[in-house]
């Protein structure tokens, strides 16, 4: 478990003060690989074993809008591991009210070929927490109603990471910068939730798609390159009229 207090930043939010979710989830990634640092379980510790962490699942639901400037009290813990998934949860408070949570789904891979690793295999154990929280609900599926295919999008040299693929919060900023007529100005994000499918490299083409169902935008991108689809995203906003 690792708490950590974060100003959110005037380059970390909307023309609206409000916080991107991709900034969000940096924190969130930080706070991830301080919470395993102090485990001895460093990233060169896992890389000289061939092994890393990657993302399988993401939810963030916001109670309330986060401002630039608010001071956030974050905490992480590993709350259970189901086979393979290590469930790492995030409580996100300001002035000890709960703002937002997330929950987010890792699996053990090997970095050569990516294969799946079991938690056993893992010469740390993980200590399971248990704790009763607001889990986030991501269905098994994303990509709802009639996908139109609206953009493409190359994946760049900045938008790689340790692992050398795209990294785990660009994927929000794609699926931002997708939602047709938002300008980060008029609506507030509320939910946002990623699946990530099969990992992107650098230059690989995505084929962005996009729906709206029930007031949830959907997003499916599409690796052209690798012929496989590479992640599933919805958004949902924060009533305008509440």
Request: proline content about 2%; hydrophobic content about 35%; aromatic content about 10%.
């Amino acid at each position: 478990m690792k708490d950590t207090t974060i100003v959110v930043k005037s380059y970390d939010v909307f023309p609206n003060g409000a916080i991107k979710p991709s900034a969000l989830m940096r924190y969130m990634q930080q706070l991830a690989r301080e919470d395993c640092d102090a485990l001895g379980c460093t990233y060169d510790f896992m890389r000289n074993l061939n092994t890393v962490f990657v993302t399988t699942k993401l939810g963030i639901e916001f109670y309330r809008p986060i401002k630039v400037g608010e001071v956030l009290q974050m905490r992480t813990y590993n709350n259970e591991i189901n086979g393979i998934i290590f469930d790492r949860e995030f409580d996100i408070k300001i002035g000890g009210e709960e703002v937002a949570h997330a929950s987010t789904f890792w699996v053990l891979v090997k970095y050569d070929d990516r294969s799946l690793c079991r938690p056993s295999d893992f010469p740390y154990e993980f200590f399971s927490h248990h704790l009763d929280c607001k889990k986030v609900d991501i269905p098994r599926r994303l990509a709802e109603g009639d996908m139109q295919t609206i953009s493409e999008r190359v994946v760049r040299v900045s938008d790689l990471d340790e692992n050398n693929h795209l990294n785990n919060c660009v994927y929000a900023d794609i699926t931002v910068d997708n939602l047709l007529l938002f300008n980060g100005l008029d609506q507030t994000i509320r939910t946002i939730k990623v699946i990530y499918r099969h990992e992107a490299r650098l230059n690989d083409v995505l084929d962005i798609s996009l729906s709206q169902t029930y007031g949830k935008f959907s997003l499916k991108a599409d690796n052209k390159t690798s012929n496989s689809v590479c992640f599933e995203s919805q958004v949902e906003f924060f009533d305008q009229n509440a």
